[in-house]
């Protein structure tokens, strides 16, 4: 036989805090991150290789660039002359978290 113990607990929520949904939580993370766009120096901070590495193994990776290129539908910007490169923060960070770690080898 299950035996059940009903409690009505009562647990104070600091003003400066609230209480929402995990979902949410995501919801606004995303939207926080959208529309922005970084440089190169963001790239380097995100994956801890440097902006040579990353030209070399991700950015010009034959197989990678037309998916990655953002007229492609991509999240990166490829420079033209003069141009500087430019990264979708969202794309960015999807790319890190899900993919960076396929193309990692190699020297820094």
Do not use: C
């Not at 995303?30 to 766009?37: L, V």
């Amino acid at each position: 036989m299950v035996q059940n113990i009903n409690v009505n607990l009562a647990i104070p929520i600091p003003d400066d805090m609230i209480v929402i949904k995990k979902t949410e939580f995501e919801e606004l993370k995303q939207n926080e991150i959208k529309g922005q766009w970084v440089g190169m120096p963001d790239f380097v901070k995100h994956t801890g290789r440097s902006d040579v590495w990353l030209k070399a193994h991700v950015l010009n990776n034959i197989n990678l660039r037309d998916r990655l290129d953002i007229e492609n539908g991509g999240w990166v910007f490829y420079p033209r002359k003069g141009d500087k490169w430019l990264f979708k923060l969202s794309g960015l960070k999807d790319f890190v978290e899900n993919e960076f770690s396929n193309y990692v080898g190699g020297s820094k």
